[in-house]
């Protein structure tokens, strides 16, 4: 059983203004074998947290703390978090001309494993997990992200995820862009990497039409940098039919 545990957490970004702070006191925490999901509406914080808990450098943390198994996340560098069992599906993926996926993957496995995969274990698990996610084979021979349209960005993505096997999956808006066939496949892959009962995550979305495939543990509404309302998979079900307006007054 692990736990990630995100206590007081206030996140600062920069400005032409100077520092604004976007995360106001977020507590929110995780335990193997449970599936949250994060939503709200635009700019109330929800993609701060998920760049903060990877360490994306653009993102202050001013004050609390994020403890994976008790060990402080926040100290550690962006390699050190992946290693320690971290992982963040980015709603906008980098493309990285030159660079093939099959080259990219075996490197992150070997980088967060301490150790290179035996080829042939690996190329028959590279395989397996591309058939399961309807990925042709000649995708990794591609250059990463590059020219891949939005569905293939999010594919990858999970295949990231069911290869690199971490403790806990942050999810940045991973149905983004995604037509009907694509978000099933994306979907179908986040429950075989709960299914073992030992893997925990944090799923942030806008629309609830995800949920549909992916069933919440519990539910977070993020307004103005904060956790406004927390529930079960029913707190969905009422933004789905309500949306956002119950919140306008708790982005103050």
């Known amino acids: 059983m692990s736990t990630l545990e995100i206590r007081g957490l206030h996140v600062s970004v920069e400005t032409e203004s100077g520092p604004k702070e976007i995360l106001r006191g977020v507590d929110l925490t995780v335990r193997s074998g449970e599936t949250h999901a994060v939503m709200g509406p635009n700019g109330s914080g929800k993609s701060t947290l998920a760049y903060s808990l990877a360490g994306h ?31 963040l599906a980015m709603q ?15 490197t992150a496995k070997t980088a967060v494993d301490g150790e290179a995969p035996k080829l042939r274990t690996w190329v028959k698990d590279v395989k397996g997990a591309m058939d399961r996610l309807s990925i042709d ?3 990794a ?19 990231q995820l069911e290869l690199l096997n971490p403790k806990f999956a942050v999810l940045d808006e991973t149905d983004s862009g995604l ?29 609830t039409r995800i949920l549909r495939y992916i069933k919440p543990d519990y539910v977070h509404v993020f307004v103005g940098g904060r956790v406004a309302e927390e529930g079960g998979p029913e707190l969905a079900d009422k933004l789905e039919e309500k949306g956002y307006v119950d919140y306008a007054g708790a982005s103050a």
């Open 57 to 87: 450098p653009k993102y202050t943390v001013t004050s609390g703390e994020v403890l994976l198994d008790g060990e402080d996340v926040l100290a550690m560098t962006v390699d050190e978090r992946a290693r320690a069992g971290l992982f």
């Open 92 to 106: 906008y993926p980098v493309e990285v001309p030159g660079v093939s996926v099959s080259n990219f993957l075996r």
């Open 137 to 139: 084979d000649a995708f």
């Open 141 to 159: 021979e591609r250059d990463l992200n590059t020219g891949f349209s939005g569905g293939e960005k999010k594919r990858h993505e999970i295949l």
């Open 179 to 207: 037509d009907i066939d694509a978000l099933r496949v994306v979907a179908d892959g986040v429950n075989r990497f709960t299914s073992s009962g030992d893997k925990g995550v944090l799923l942030i979305t806008h629309y």
